[in-house]
């Protein structure tokens, strides 16, 4: 109570004091102030208490409002010096705005970045800019914005091309480098330096203060009462639910509150939770403290007094006012910049600016947000300052990041944070690398915070717990200032830059050099580890240093001089680190094929090694740019190169190589899976760049400069293989003496793996600098290779390319010269296949597969050429030359002892009888062997005439071995192996290199005889090639025949399985036969006579053709359909449903007192039944439901785990398709019908219904008298005796067995109880209607469907939904039954009072407010209560045709009423036919009009009439052939299962009207007639007619869901300034489109939640109970996401209709290419939500996957 009280007590104590206060005197006594700040502190101190922070409840609105007339009015008045609205509105007319926009993103708000134009990718435009400027031509990206940041139009550094919109784009004219303050007096410029000095200082003050009682000299406030906050502060640490739980406790707050404060507390960084004296605050604090302290460090709480928070309230409210006015004017921004540089009497790095930084981390959210975005505003803004700033930013950046590192909060609140504004730039961040050492700067600060090292000095990483993540996480973001500065690469070099980068690039190789080495492992034998080593932080060092690593490289390779330095550098620390590079490791000397070589004695497998040499790493990226700049050619004398030591540079990474090849083999198998894990990362596209592609690069280059034969060796010995080959009989098998199988499997791995590794070395030319290729070769290289395997989405291609720091792969530039795209269908994605004639391009070895790659592509690859019908042999493909500096590289290709191992690899093939050779070794041997006979031919072919081809490998290969002497050469032995039977797969291709023999035999004789022409060779190959394609021809033939044989045999085997299993097939005869054979057996008889389904002369079945039996598909055993027999059911699906509905604001009915007898014609409410037409016997289905109700109980108990489905609401799924049902409905046969000759007219009809009606009121009032009608009593069952035949006290019998009665009640309870949301309760007089209802709903849909889908009215629903409909219909004419029979017979008084006049029943209905096709249903199904009590021969089918013709006119009027009268443009010709209905249609219409007078609308044409009617009846004539074809089992006629112009005779035909609809009037006038002037008369329609609107006018159009826009990012734009609705103006976090109707929602968020039934639910579950009666779909706008809900606990995530360019969703908007939408897709949704399927796809989504069914789906 006291909160309310001061709230309304204090403005008005105030008032008396503020009215008299004028900002206009206050600014002038400062004018003439002496000590300004004094004045303006003393006016501060008065006031600020007195506006600000008042009770417990604040008031933000009123608090403005005396905040701006009474503190900054008078600032603005001293500012301008004149009225502020004058002043600042010529300062704005003065300005000359820059070019910069500087728009400040939104959370959520689309940004956009050129692929193409933008420096990097954090250069963005918002999207006025992006739309008015060049680049929405471009390629580009579209992202959310986090929140911060702000658009880049206007900086020329930013856009290569592009930099301005139309709207930013400069005024030439303008000379824009002029000093903004030279529109400026100098008055107004003291004035306003004055001023901003007064107030920034005071905000920076007040800020930075911490003192929670106390004030700053000077704002001391006059009076101060014991009136203080309790302050709770956020933290990262603990979660809401903590603080909620906290909260209540310890401030005695509701659930909501406490909600509430949290929220604040997240959004603002502090909210105070109390308001009282001392005492009650410090109370309050103890508890939180006391509460939160357990796990953690307690959530941080104080009790400041209430003037201080009033005045850092002001505070913040003054930095926001400084932001505003320096909007007005760049000059007033200038000042604002100076004033907060100005150094303050502290000296260095003390300005204001300076001040708030530093004390950044002590700040809360809300004010670090509030000063950052004001520092953006201005100092980012202004071209002069921002370079001041970003100086300051610098000198104090190794203290800001030691406070953000120790800080708690969020990189997006810390004001490191502005590094990407600042090092972004070019220029400022060049300037900052020369003026301030930023990039040593960086790196030492990075070295400074991982002090983890081993002995050595390397990293050495604790466990990697949460918190060490944590930490390490908050370190790395000093890597990403790093990439910030290094990410353009500079065009020119100054020699200060080229110093200070050369300083930069020593710390970096400080901080490479602790990483060499790190993390060494040692195989382990024997036991398995017990502890898998830390391996996780290591990597994310690696990969996150990656991008950094290669732009080193690239601004080495942009200047020479720096190229040469940082490679004698890099050298320098490299053999540093390989100081003891010999240390205690025993040299020894290699011999073998004649060759010698001294090394050391090392095994991977028993000593120390690491997978982390960056230092090596490093190196080899610049000795390849070396090459490629051709500095080493040009500069060789500046270059250490004879300092370097082959054998010591490839010694690590061929060490990591052999490790890798070991752990394939298996050895490292007890290292456990940290190991694997690494090994996986060093190939990993994330990594593999500056890991194991520069391990080969090193390799590379130490071959180059080595003997062949010495470097070969130096691999055999690595690899623990020196011994088997360099034997002397090594060609006889090397494992006679090695028994140990596992020892014989590892080294063949390890061989397969050396020979790969040799293909590699010498193959891997696609570097540019190491092959003579350019860079976009490479990446084709890439893309083929990717796509050899199969075809590829785009992104699917992006993850397995590297990207740069741009984020770029440059794909782009090359997909299309290599692939053809292939679109994406109604599901699926857009696929790029390879072009054909890059096939031959296929390296089976390319260094980038994996094995399991590897393989795929192998087998794609065959297939291939078989499908070609080519051979299919793999041979290497053609590759570039090396450049100069590896150029010597091939000779390993031809060296003695590559010679000598492939010689023994294929002896031992020979020889296969003694196993240990595999076919990989063999392959890989083929393949080296190819790779050399190319290289030779290249050779011979670009020889000219002076230069010897020194390369001769046909010479090597035929001459026999050496050693032992007499072993056949390796050509002799190719021979033998091209007839080996075992050698089948590798056929070809040795075939392919004995061709390439002879072809080089033929070259070298020609080359050597004379220069001939080259004809000789190709023709030989020629006549080969034609004989090898005969021969496939022959086989090919030969396949086909076989195949054809094969066919035979098969369709002769069918045959017989059909004669053997007759009975089988005849069921499934017999049930098409249910559908569709009667119309084919039973039209000729009845052709003359057209098919009538409803009235005596309907076509009715004989009893054979009634007979249907049917199969369970639980036990499989027939079952014929009887109404005495064992029940059959279909498993169904009830669920109430919107979709039809016209009127989505209606509330949801009062499930209590609902009385649904009426169905409205917005169709709001409807209850579906769909079913997926599995049948069974009631009983089976009822063991198979309790069975599963016993599983999931025994489920719930032991693993509390959730179901698709809910067991306790009698949901199931089917057992044989899974699909989501909650009742079963039972199948009942046609009820038998005997047709007596004469059947009384309508008139005769009605009368006597009507006294049978008045018959039973009589008998109901007799029963139970009432005495409030005692009066009334004048109508007695004497006066109104029965008419003959009609016998009240007759009780039919039932004549359903007891299965099929207890099957009735289920499913009748079912849809009672799901349409309604109530208890079950069969008793219940409702249950009965809801029946009719779902029956005459789910009609009306299916109806609606097929018109939607443009399909024929029957013959097009699949089978199920027949059987579905058929159960339906005939159930609802067999529900009375199980009622009870008064019940029923009421319904259906009450029902006929709509349309006939009963005095009896009160509040019947207007006929404008009944849904005719309901009405309809209702009547027809509520009738056989009243037959069954009468026995004078009345037939039921006479019945439903009057009962049809009686609604079908009501319909009639009733459209006449609600037709909108439209203009007409043409009346269109009608034939003579026509002429008549218009004719009557228009009398009718008058008559009407002489009913209503002048409210009925002027309508002249009959034309028009006659086309409303006929237009607007439709649907229902169509719903009620649909119905009395499934109750009454009338096939249907041809004409109807055809869409087509006969549409309307042949339906009038098929429902027994005459096809001039007006005729059942006229024919009928004596009995409608005065019916008519009766449903005239009724109040309702005099209303409706003056409101048109509230009108439905028929036919009803289908609903659809939402436009959608074409441009997915309109939508993020919509969704970016949607607020939450609850919690006042806050951006929304999940904005959330509900697609049915269009509204906007603030998903998965405590501030939307609801209660729902007792439950909180959020914000989209509460939308679908009003929106979608359960059911609701939705677009996640951030995510890009559908969402499927059904209830409270069923949902599931379906792909967006928004597509990019290749074809693909962006689920998570991750990728970033621009969407639009796909209106197939869409259509597709649309579908499934208008047969009513979402319930079930989500069914099927959460059985597929069942991490869905765990998700909170009520929360969002
Ligand atoms: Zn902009
Ligand atoms: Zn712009
Ligand atoms: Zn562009
Ligand atoms: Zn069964
Ligand atoms: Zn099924
Ligand atoms: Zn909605
Ligand atoms: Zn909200």
Redo the contacts with the bound molecule.
Sequence with gaps: MAAAETDREVPSALCSEFLNFSAKDTAAKWLQAIDLPKEVYQHLARYVPKIYCLGPNLNPQSEDLLAQLLLQAPLEWYLCGEEPSLGLAKLEQSNQPSQLCGHVFKVGEPTYSCRECAADPTCVLCMQCFLGSVHKEHRYRMTTSGGGGFCDCGDTEAWKKGPYCQKHEPNISDSSQEDPLANLSADMIARTYNIFSIILKYAVDMLTWDKEDELPQGLEPPERGDTYYCMLFNDEVHTYEQVIYTLQKAVNCTQKEAVSFATTVDRDGRKSVRYGDFQFCEQAKSVIVRNTSRQTKPLRVQVMHSSVVAHQCFALKALNWLGQIIRYSDALRRILCQVGLQKGPEGENSSLVDTLMLCDSKMWKGARNIYHQLFMSSLLMDLKYKKQFAIQFAKNYERLQSDYVKDDHDREFSITDLSVQIFTVPSLARMLITEENLMTTIIRTFLDHLRHRDLQGRFQFERYTAQQAFKFRRVQSLIGDLKYVLISCPTEWTDKLREKFLEGLDAFLELLKCMQGMDPVVRQVGQHIEMEPEWEAAFTLQMKLTHIISMMQEWCASDERVLIEAYKKCLTALTHCHSGFTDGEQPITLSMCGHSVDTIRYCVSQEKVSIHLPVSRLLAGLHVLLSKTEVAYRFPEQLPLSELSPPMLIEHPLRCLVLCAQVHAGMWRRNGFSLVNQIYYYHNVKCRVEMFDKDLMMLQAGASMMDPNHFLMIVLSRFELFHIFSSADCRKRYNRENANKDVVQQNSTLIEEMLHLIIMVVGERFAPGIGQVENCDELKREIVHQLCIRPMAHSELVKALPENENKETGMERVIDSVALFKKPGVTGRGLYELRPECAKQFNLYFHHYSRADQSKAEEAQRKLKRQNGEDSALPPPVLPPFCQLFASLVNILQCDVLLGMLGAVLQWAVEPSGGHWSESMLQRVLHLIGMALLEEQQQLESNSEDNEVTFNFTLKISRPGEAPSNTPSILALLETLQNAPHLEVHKDMIRWILKMVVSIKTMRERTAAAPSPEGAGHCQEQTVRDKDKAERKRKAEMARLRREKIMAQMSEMQRHFINENKELFQQSLEELDASTSASQEHSPSSWDSALVCVGPRRWRAGGSERRQVVTCILCQEEQEIRPDGRAMVL?AFVQRSTVMSKNRRRPPHNPESYDPLFMHPDLSFGTHTGS???IMHSHCWQRYFEAVQAKEQRRQQRLRVHTSYDVENGEFL?P??E?LSNTVIPLLPLTKTSCSSEQPGLSLWLNTTSQQIKALHSAQRKAKPTNAAATSEILTVEEYPPPEGFRLDHMPLNPYSSSIKEMLTTFGTATYKVGLKVHPNEQDPRVPIMCWGSCAYTIQSIERLLVDEEKPLFGSLPCRQDDCLRSLARFGSACWSVSSLSTVQSHFVRLLSALVPDPQVENSPCIVDVDMFHLLVSLVLSYPALHCQDSSGLSVDAAQLHLLHLVTVAHVVQILLSSVPVELTMEQESGEVEREEEESVGLLYNTLKTHLGSSLREVSSGWHLWRCVKTGILPFLRGAALFFHHLNGVPAPPELQALGAGEWEALCAYLCLPSNLLQLYYNHKEVLEPLLQWWCSHPVVHQCLQTPKTLISYPRESNRLIELPEDYSALINQASSFTCPKSGGDKSRAPTLCLVCGTMLCSQSYCCQTELEGEDVGACTAHTFACGAGVGIFLRVRESQVLFLAGKTKGCFYAPPYLDDYGETDQGLRRGNPLHLCRERYRKIQKLWRQHSITEEIGHAQEANQTLVGIDWQHL
């Design positions: 498993a997926c037409g599995h089917c044989l398709c699909c």
